[in-house]
Structure formats: structure tokens, C-alpha cells
């Protein structure tokens, strides 16, 4: 049985060698799908930074009405997109900033998972300050982040 299993690779190969009009078509379908995958829509570093944005206005609005099952969805939001633009925008210089917001991520997290009102709004207000340094830290200061007044949608309740 074993015998089949190395026999049948080394055919699969020998068939391709011998036939290089096969092997034409197969590079051909490669670089075809290769050119798809290049000009496939990719969101940029802004897209997925509005994004955070607006979970982090939300998540907010969650804490401060002790609304604790919101505010664990949209903290995982947060760090869903920010897992995001590690994997898409990795070449970006701003990317390489990324791990600042993760102490005071995990802090905000403990105060949801323990229901502590006092906590969030401390941990809360350490993670937007910590926005603020990294937008320094790559000359993007002008893009200051605030703790928000009103919430980003009037349709829906933080309650």
C-alpha cells in the first residue's frame, strides 16, 4: 500500500513533465487566478479604523448603561478588526504600532467581565488616551479620539 503512495506522485510528475502543453495551462490558470487575487478589494487601513471607531463609541455607550452583553459584542469587534489590519495592512508602518492597545483592551475587557461600572469608565477612558499616543506615535495626531456625547446611531438602545 505504501508502494502505491510513492508511485503515484512520481507518475503524477513524470505524466506533467511529458506533456508541457499541460504545463502551460496550468501556469497560465495560475497567474490568471494570481491576477484576480491581486486586484481583489482589500479594505484599506482607514476602512478598518472607522470601524473601530464606531465599535468604540458604541462599546461606550454599552459600559455606561451596564449593558454588559453589548459590551462584550462590540469589544470583540475591536479586536476583531484590529486582528484585521494585522492580517491585511501588515506592510503598513502605523500597523507596527498596533500591539499599544492591547493592556488597555484587556483592561476594559476584565472591568465587562466583571460587571464593574467604576472600572470600564477608567479603562475606557485609558483606551481612548492610548488611541490618542498611537495616533501621535505615527504622526496622525490631528485624528484625535474622544470619549463620544451622543451615540453614533439613534436607532439603536444601549440599554
Given amino acids: 500500500?505504501?508502494?502505491?503512495?510513492?508511485?503515484?506522485p512520481i507518475l503524477f510528475l513524470g505524466a506533467c513533465s511529458?506533456?508541457?502543453?499541460?504545463?502551460?495551462?496550468l501556469q497560465n490558470r495560475i497567474d490568471s487566478l494570481q491576477l484576480k487575487?491581486?486586484?481583489s478589494y482589500k479594505p484599506g487601513f482607514g476602512e478598518f479604523m472607522s470601524n473601530v471607531q464606531i465599535h468604540h463609541a458604541k462599546l461606550w455607550f454599552a459600559g455606561t448603561n451596564q449593558n454588559w452583553k453589548l459590551a462584550e459584542f462590540e469589544i470583540q469587534e475591536i479586536k476583531e478588526s484590529l486582528e484585521d489590519i494585522q492580517k491585511f495592512?501588515?506592510?503598513?508602518e502605523e500597523t507596527?504600532?498596533?500591539?499599544?492597545?492591547f493592556t488597555p483592551l484587556d483592561s476594559v475587557q476584565s472591568a465587562i467581565d466583571k460587571k464593574d461600572?467604576?472600572?470600564?469608565?477608567?479603562?475606557?477612558?485609558l483606551l481612548?488616551?492610548?488611541?490618542?499616543?498611537c495616533h501621535k506615535?505615527?504622526?496622525?495626531?490631528?485624528?484625535?479620539?474622544?470619549?463620544?456625547?451622543?451615540?453614533p446611531f439613534s436607532n439603536q438602545s444601549f440599554n
Fill in 96 to 101: 507596527k504600532t498596533l500591539p499599544i492597545i
Fill in 128 to 133: 481612548t488616551s492610548t488611541c490618542n499616543t
Fill in 89 to 92: 495592512q501588515s506592510e503598513r
Fill in 1 to 8: 500500500m505504501k508502494k502505491i503512495f510513492f508511485v503515484l
Fill in 117 to 125: 461600572l467604576k472600572s470600564f469608565k477608567q479603562s475606557y477612558t
Fill in 18 to 25: 511529458d506533456n508541457p502543453d499541460k504545463i502551460s495551462e
Fill in 137 to 151: 506615535a505615527v504622526n496622525n495626531e490631528f485624528n484625535k479620539i474622544k470619549i463620544p456625547d451622543s451615540p
Fill in 37 to 39: 487575487v491581486d486586484d
